[in-house]
T-cell receptor
Framework: DSGVTQTPKHLITATGQRVTLRCSPRSGDLSVYWYQQSLDQGLQFLIQYYNGEERAKGNILERFSAQQFPDLHSELNLSSLELGDSALYFC??????????????FGNGTRLTVT | ELKVEQNPLFLSMQEGKNYTIYCNYSTTSDRLYWYRQDPGKSLESLFVLLSNGAVKQEGRLMASLDTKARLSTLHITAAVHDLSATYFCAVDMEDSGAGSYQLTFGKGTKLSVIP
């Protein structure tokens, strides 16, 4: 168990809808990262937050947004969903803003299916 | 843009055999990570390689890093069925100015060990 908690585990929704994915980092970790894993694109970095502030952006669509709250949990909001958004969404955490020479610790992911 | 290439992408091997997975990356970095993922599960950190010539071993797996060649290898010795999983290498790209970092993953090597 990595200590990173993601909810829900599974989400099935229709095109055009909006969903929110939630992540609680490991105790003591200040950085949260969101990754999308799909069969064709592999693991893609979406966005990083550190102690409530956005620190890095990857291949995140404008329809997607995220935030990190004062208690350090994070939410990833996906709107105007399309079939191609179906994927496994991972949250990861680390103690540092930069690498800190330590691996990221990943949650179990949220599997999103858009029908 | 940092590119991380793994090969092979699919590997079927018999129990007891040895094999090597290769990970090439396109930019200078001395931090490389190996992860394991079981089907539908989270990513588990296996190795953290932090300098040129670094070698780490855990059980039947050994990872090494050659930063001059921008190459890491994951060597499997006397494979057993329990090693069947997808293995990812990841290279980090730290933006120390922004105080952020992101891991760029290879596409993964799906390993099947056949009894």
């Amino acid at each position: 168990d990595s200590g990173v908690t993601q909810t829900p585990k599974h989400l099935i929704t229709a095109t055009g809808q909006r969903v929110t994915l939630r992540c609680s980092p490991r105790s003591g970790d200040l950085s949260v990262y969101w990754y999308q894993q799909s069969l064709d694109q592999g693991l893609q970095f979406l966005i990083q937050y550190y102690n409530g502030e956005e620190r890095a952006k990857g291949n995140i669509l404008e329809r997607f947004s995220a935030q990190q709250f004062p208690d350090l949990h994070s939410e990833l909001n996906l709107s105007s969903l399309e079939l191609g958004d179906s994927a496994l969404y991972f949250c990861a955490s680390s103690p540092f803003a930069g690498t800190g020479y330590s691996p990221l610790h990943f949650g179990n992911g949220t599997r999103l299916t858009v029908t | 843009e940092l590119k991380v290439e793994q090969n092979p992408l699919f590997l079927s091997m018999q129990e007891g055999k040895n094999y090597t997975i290769y990970c090439n990356y396109s930019t200078t970095s001395d931090r490389l990570y190996w992860y394991r993922q079981d089907p539908g599960k989270s990513l588990e950190s296996l190795f953290v390689l932090l300098s040129n010539g670094a070698v780490k071993q855990e059980g039947r797996l050994m990872a090494s890093l050659d930063t001059k060649a921008r190459l890491s290898t994951l060597h499997i010795t006397a494979a057993v069925h329990d090693l069947s999983a997808t293995y990812f290498c990841a290279v980090d790209m730290e933006d120390s100015g922004a105080g952020s970092y992101q891991l760029t993953f290879g596409k993964g090597t799906k390993l099947s060990v056949i009894p």
